[in-house]
């Protein structure tokens, strides 16, 4: 099991990500809002502070993802999905909330607003190359394998 140092921002009372289920892979992070709800207007996103700073190991990173019940019944997205958190990161951890639904979304405190997945991370070498090999796919890119 990897380990993941928590700390609050500013000595904020956070509650810690958490898995909901024994099989879950992503672990809830939850909105840290003291001072009163965010409404994030449709069409609109927003930066939602989580209160939270994190100690991720070299050789992993923590993946932010959306929750499928928000986007399914409120149209809620992950602007950059799924946004990465670099293990020599160690500043404030915030959630880019779009809503794509059809009504304003109002964001409270405590609310769980995303989740985290842990995930190793392999480092390529990029080297120059004159030519790639070829494959039976080729050049062919959206959709060039049919659809369905």
């Not at 930066?47 to 190991?57: C, D, K, N």
């Amino acid at each position: 099991m990897v380990q993941i140092r928590i700390m609050p921002v500013d000595g904020a009372d956070v509650v810690l990500p958490a898995y909901e289920t024994s099989g879950a892979a992503g672990a809830d992070v939850r909105a840290y809002l003291p001072d009163g709800p965010m409404i994030i207007e449709t069409g609109a996103r927003a930066l939602v502070p989580t209160g939270l700073q994190m100690e991720i190991p070299p050789g992993f990173e923590v993946q932010v993802r959306p929750r499928s019940g928000l986007a399914l019944k409120h149209g809620l997205m992950l602007a950059n999905s799924p946004g990465t958190i670099d293990s020599d990161y160690r500043g404030p951890v915030g959630v880019i909330v779009l809503n794509a639904g059809d009504a304003p979304f109002e964001v409270t405190h405590g609310l769980r607003i995303a989740q985290l997945v842990v995930a190793p991370v392999v480092q390529a070498e990029f080297v120059p190359a004159g030519t790639l090999d070829d494959t039976t796919r080729g050049a062919g890119g959206f959709g060039s394998t049919g659809v369905g």
